[in-house]
């Protein structure tokens, strides 16, 4: 099972809005991943965690809030985003954050500020 | 801080044909090079991958080879069906933690 599953699939919110995106694996993995993804563009990292502790913040603004409330999940709230914040936001999760262990993506939350 | 670079950026081939998309890294730590294939509006998914203790692995219609003096790694499709059609990121990876994607290449295979 490679299953990371992300909800919503789907959200649009204004700009005044605060809304959460989850991410759940029930792999065992110890390593959770946040990445952004424009429109014909590689994933871009934003956070990491690695045993339920942020260990890498790749200098995402503070209107972006990760989250992990356990081994299993992850969340990331969102204040007061702006329009070019709109993008695939994805999940992904490793066994551990060790050198070369394979990462798996959820399928997304497809995001649009308006 | 690692370089990936990708190419090309576009390629098409007939069916049936081999497809083979290059990508060459900076950093010499690096030691684990997975491949993802993003269809369109999908998650990127892992097709294969290598470590630098490695030459070369195959999967069935896939094969990626890793040449560690010149710093470069291929992907290699071959007999491309339809289904192939997406795009494919390489990536380098030097503390796990942290993957360096390429720029991507939007596979065609016309049938």
């Known amino acids: 099972d490679t299953e990371v599953t992300q909800t919503p699939k789907h959200l649009v919110m204004g700009m005044t809005n605060k809304k959460s995106l989850k991410c759940e694996q029930h792999?065992?993995?110890?390593?959770m991943y946040w990445y952004k993804q424009k429109a014909k563009k590689p994933p871009e990292l934003m956070f990491v965690?690695?045993?339920?502790?942020?260990?890498i913040n790749e200098s995402v603004p503070s209107r972006f809030s990760p989250e992990c409330p356990n081994s299993s999940l992850l969340n990331l709230h969102l204040h007061a985003l702006q329009p070019e914040d709109s993008a695939l936001y994805l999940c992904?999760?490793?066994?551990?954050?060790?050198?070369?262990?394979?990462?798996?993506f959820g399928q997304g939350t497809r995001l649009t500020v308006v | 801080g690692e370089n990936v670079e990708q190419h090309p950026s576009t390629l098409s081939v007939q069916e049936g044909d081999s497809a083979v998309i290059k990508c060459t890294y900076s950093?010499?730590?690096?030691?684990?090079f997975p491949w993802y294939k993003q269809e369109l509006g999908k998650r990127p998914q892992l097709i294969i991958d290598?470590?630098?203790?490695?030459g070369e692995k195959k999967d069935q219609r896939i094969a990626v080879t890793l040449n560690k003096t010149a710093k470069h790694f291929s992907l290699h499709i071959t007999e491309t069906q339809p289904e192939d059609s997406a795009v494919y990121f390489c990536?380098?990876?030097?503390?796990?933690?942290?993957?360096?994607f390429g720029t991507g290449t939007s596979l065609t295979v016309i049938p």
């Open positions: 992904a999760s490793s066994q551990d954050s060790s050198r070369g262990r394979r990462a798996f």
């Open positions: 792999m065992g993995h110890r390593a």
């Open positions: 965690y690695s045993y339920e502790k942020l260990s």
């Open positions: 950093d010499s730590a690096s030691n684990y």
């Open positions: 290598i470590r630098s203790n490695v």
């Open positions: 990536a380098a990876s030097i503390s796990g933690n942290q993957f360096y």
